[in-house]
């Protein structure tokens, strides 16, 4: 059985889907089978990010209305090993049951299976995912966002699931100033134990048009981090002037 994530937040715009690619890409150099599932209906935007738009004619609705997991899957050119289920074109195309059966078999084919969820909390999906898996909280260092990771842990707590908290786009000097003056204080308002801290990255800005990661680049370091972290690893935290 392969390992289970999904990314989430409350509030949109805060790097779901820019660190499920980061860490698909990171588990993938690490030798890892990896799917990620583009879960947001109608806004989908991993086939960008993978650069695998043209190709995409069959999608998660597709495999939840019976055609083969097989028949969905799309390979990034640059990691072969990197699938994606691109999402639904429309809304309303998930179900919680067939979703079920879908999320249990992409865990007995892949290694890791990665949902990039939309915002919002969607309490009747992540029930469906497979038991054992991990949700992933990802929140940017304003407050407003911290008090959001806060309010998605509670919920997902409340449905007996698991969560982590990913920090992302992090700028030591703008930490400072912030209201939360430093790592432990965003960790307890959230209430979240952390798994791993992403800088604020050029390269992730144009992760569109590059579709990969420079290996020995800020970016794919703490990506990397969190993947090993992910597998069982204990990895400590750089400095954190060095993120
Ligand atoms: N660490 C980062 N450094 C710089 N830019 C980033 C970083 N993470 C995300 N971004 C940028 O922030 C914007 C939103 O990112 P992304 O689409 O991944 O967020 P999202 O949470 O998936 O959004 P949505 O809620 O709409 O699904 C994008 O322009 C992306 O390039
Ligand atoms: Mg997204």
Do not use: W
Request: overall charge positive.
């Amino acid at each position: 059985m392969g390992k289970v994530f999904a990314v989430t937040s409350g509030k949109g715009g805060v790097g779901k889907s820019t660190v499920s690619v980061g860490l698909g890409v990171a588990f993938c150099r690490q030798g890892k089978s990896v799917l990620l599932v583009d879960m947001d209906e109608g806004l989908r935007c991993l086939d960008l990010m993978l650069g695998v738009e043209k190709e995409t004619v069959l999608d998660l609705s597709d495999v939840l209305c019976g055609r083969e997991l097989e028949d969905a899957l799309y390979s990034c050119p640059l990691h072969p090993n990197l699938k994606l289920i691109p999402a639904p074109a429309d809304t309303g195309k998930i179900d919680a049951f067939s979703f079920a059966t879908f999320a249990k078999e992409a865990t007995e084919t892949f290694d890791i299976v990665i949902f990039d969820f939309p915002a919002g909390i969607d309490i009747s999906l992540y029930s469906s995912l497979p038991k054992g898996s991990l949700f992933l909280t990802v929140a940017v260092p304003d407050p407003v966002s911290v008090r959001d990771a806060a309010a998605m842990a509670l919920q997902i707590s409340k449905a007996e699931l698991y969560a982590r908290l990913i920090i992302n786009r992090f700028v030591y000097k703008q930490s400072l100033k912030m209201k939360h003056k430093n790592i432990d204080g965003i960790i307890d308002t959230a209430s979240l134990r952390l798994v791993g801290i992403v800088p604020e990255s050029e390269e992730l800005v144009m992760l569109s048009v590059a579709h990969s990661l420079k290996k020995r680049g800020k970016a794919m370091a703490a990506f990397s981090r969190i993947a090993r972290r992910l597998d069982g690893e204990h990895i400590l935290l750089p400095k954190i002037k060095k993120i």
